[in-house]
């Protein structure tokens, strides 16, 4: 939460930002992640998938591009 929080009091990300949800949101991306590949015994595709997934929180986060 302390990047969070610094990349919030310096506008990187959107002053709206929820620290707690946004960190809990990333934890729960990753685990997901480790998650899916695990069960289909496939770690192949990870790097893919995970910048599509990264973007997405970047951009729920209000990260300008």
Do not use: C, H, R, W
Request: no cysteine.
């Amino acid at each position: 939460t302390n990047l969070l929080t610094e990349a919030k009091a310096q506008s990187l990300i959107a002053e709206t930002v929820d620290i707690p949800a946004a960190a809990t949101m990333f934890l729960g991306m990753v685990q997901g992640l480790a998650m899916q590949a695990m069960a289909a015994s496939d770690f192949t595709t990870m790097p893919a998938v995970s910048v599509k997934l990264f973007d997405l929180y970047l951009d729920g986060l209000g990260v300008a591009k």
